[in-house]
């Protein structure tokens, strides 16, 4: 018997009774747990619906393919998130989250940030405590950058200048260019970044958590912030997601 605390990410209904949930753990990175009887019965369903965060004691099983297997024995709720269960644009946001963590996961050890930030974000949309557009910036820059996609955001990456002006980030190769390096073509696909965009940028890569969501930002940087991590994850993920279209319609 394995104990790991997880957040529920994602629900199947297997079969007409039984359910499998994707799980976010710190202990064994993303992994498919499945519930006997998880549809119909009343024991486990408060700690295994969308968006909690539980104790989970598994069952652990090898297949004859070498494959692991998962079974739930019990669960004890540790926090529900009660609030984005309760506002449709708060559900989509975390059910965007869910998303893009499935996207990249892995069942591997060390997997404390990634379920930091999750927990951290969800904790942040669940009190209103960070302006929910801002919050999906944070979380789709910072994902990456825990997950071995960091950019190397120090300096140019020609001639190491700190700050400028303008300078320019290409999501080709994902790096950051002063205006005298930078090399454009009809091909290039940048984000030309002044010095607030490339603090903020800066400071959603490489803040500690305990200070990652204290900070505001205008309107009108919010909105440059938001093509820029947009883009970051179009052009690393190359995937579309259908809950940001849906994030986006509300
Ligand atoms: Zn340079």
Request: some cysteine; glycine content about 4%.
């Amino acid at each position: 018997m394995l104990t790991v605390r997880g957040l529920i990410l994602k629900e199947k209904n297997i079969g007409e009774i039984s359910k499998s949930v994707s799980v976010i753990t710190a202990e064994r990175g993303v992994i498919d747990i499945f519930i006997r009887g998880g549809q119909k019965s009343v024991k486990n369903a408060a700690s295994t619906q969308l968006f909690t965060y539980s104790k989970l004691c598994i069952d652990e099983k090898r297949t004859a393919s070498g494959q692991t297997e998962y079974y739930l024995n019990s669960s004890e709720l540790l926090s529900s998130f009660p609030n984005i269960r309760l506002d449709i644009k708060k559900t989509a946001l975390a059910a965007y989250f869910s998303e893009l963590i499935l996207y990249t996961r892995t069942e591997e050890a060390g997997y404390h940030d990634v379920m930091r930030l999750i927990l951290n974000s969800l904790y942040f949309l669940d009190n209103d405590k960070m302006k929910m557009d801002l919050l999906k910036c944070v979380f789709e820059f910072r994902l990456p950058c825990e997950i071995g996609l960091r950019p190397d955001l120090v300096g140019c990456a020609v001639c190491y200048k700190y700050k400028d002006d303008k300078m320019h980030f290409d999501f080709r190769d994902n790096k950051l260019y002063c205006d005298e390096c930078y090399m454009t073509d009809e091909n290039s696909i940048q984000a030309v970044m002044d010095k607030t965009l490339l603090y903020t940028v800066r400071f959603i890569a490489l803040s500690e958590f305990e200070k990652l969501f204290y900070f505001r930002l205008s309107e009108r940087y919010l909105r440059k912030l938001t093509e820029f991590t947009e883009s970051f994850i179009a052009f690393n993920f190359k995937s579309r997601f259908r809950t940001l279209e849906y994030y986006k319609s509300i």
